[in-house]
């Protein structure tokens, strides 16, 4: 019985430290990671942006608008809700740096794993995508 304890041991501690050891991501690969980031949200934005301008006009002829815009400053100068806006900021702040080397883990078992058997497909999907997401949600106004 204790043999076999011991064996488990000896595979959860090569198993744990195989663990420890993420492939480091390519720089190149990084900098696509990041460029790619950027570019989605531009057309976040440029959306938002224009989803915005499309419904302020529509919300300031009706009477509910005026109701919803005064809830939302109420909303805004509420101390609980600045509060929590506040504590949802830091810890957001705080897990930037646990997201960050997660993100850098994921990258390099991609680079170091799919990339050599799926980078160039998923390269060229994005390529194929681009004009067309151009057209619903482009990211330069």
């Known amino acids: ?15 744990s430290t195989c663990l420890c050891d993420m492939p480091v991501p390519d720089k190149e690969l990084v900098d696509k990671y990041e460029e790619y980031k950027a570019t989605f949200y531009k057309r976040l934005l440029n959306a938002y942006k224009r989803m915005q301008g499309a ?4 919300a300031e002829g009706m009477e509910q608008g005026a109701i919803v815009k005064e809830y939302m400053e109420q909303l805004q ?8 806006v506040k504590v949802i900021t830091g810890v957001a702040g705080e897990l930037g740096p646990v997201v960050d080397k997660a993100r850098s883990a994921a990258l390099g078992l991609y680079g170091e794993y799919l990339r050599p058997y799926i980078g160039q497909s998923l390269d060229q999907a994005i390529q194929n995508l681009k004009p067309m997401l ?4 482009p990211a330069d106004e």
């Open 1 to 15: 019985m204790n043999a076999k304890l011991v064996l488990a041991l000896i595979v959860a501690l090569q198993v």
């Open 55 to 58: 419904v302020v006009p529509m």
């Open 77 to 84: 100068a509420d101390p609980k809700m600045q509060s929590a």
């Open 134 to 137: 151009d057209a619903v949600m």
